[in-house]
Nanobody, 127 residues
């Protein structure tokens, strides 16, 4: 079992930056593919960024088109933490952001493939 706890959300103005953190329990954190999702009111939960597990020296990442070039996902296995660095934030980035982990896979990008979810952290971007 893995428990995920997000932090770092808040209210910012358009153009600002935020870094979200997701602290994971468990001694095998490094083998879990990780992802960040978001859900805006009235919308489906969507993938923001995904990062492969740490089985080798090369990491693979994937991003939603809407955040490419602005968001960066990374992980620190020593701290059992995955990050989402967000810059040039826009009002349309406003949502609850969720961290997720998958038991299996290399680079996991589909919502149904993730097995563990955090409780979410609110990000609000004002114009």
């Amino acid at each position: 079992q893995v428990q995920l706890v997000e932090s770092g959300g808040g209210l910012v103005q358009a153009g600002a930056s935020l870094r979200l953190s997701c602290a994971a329990s468990g001694r095998t954190f490094s083998v879990y593919p990780m992802g960040w999702f978001r859900q805006a009111p009235g919308k489906e939960r969507e993938l923001v960024a995904a990062l492969s597990w740490s089985g080798g020296s090369t990491f693979y990442a994937d991003y939603a088109d809407s955040v490419k070039g602005r968001f960066t996902i990374s992980r620190d296995n020593a701290k059992n933490t995955v990050y989402l660095q967000m810059s040039s934030l826009k009002p349309e980035d406003t949502a609850v952001y969720y961290c997720a982990a998958a038991r299996n896979g290399g680079l996991v990008t589909q919502k149904y493939e993730f097995d563990f979810w955090g409780q979410g952290t609110q990000v609000t971007v004002s114009s």
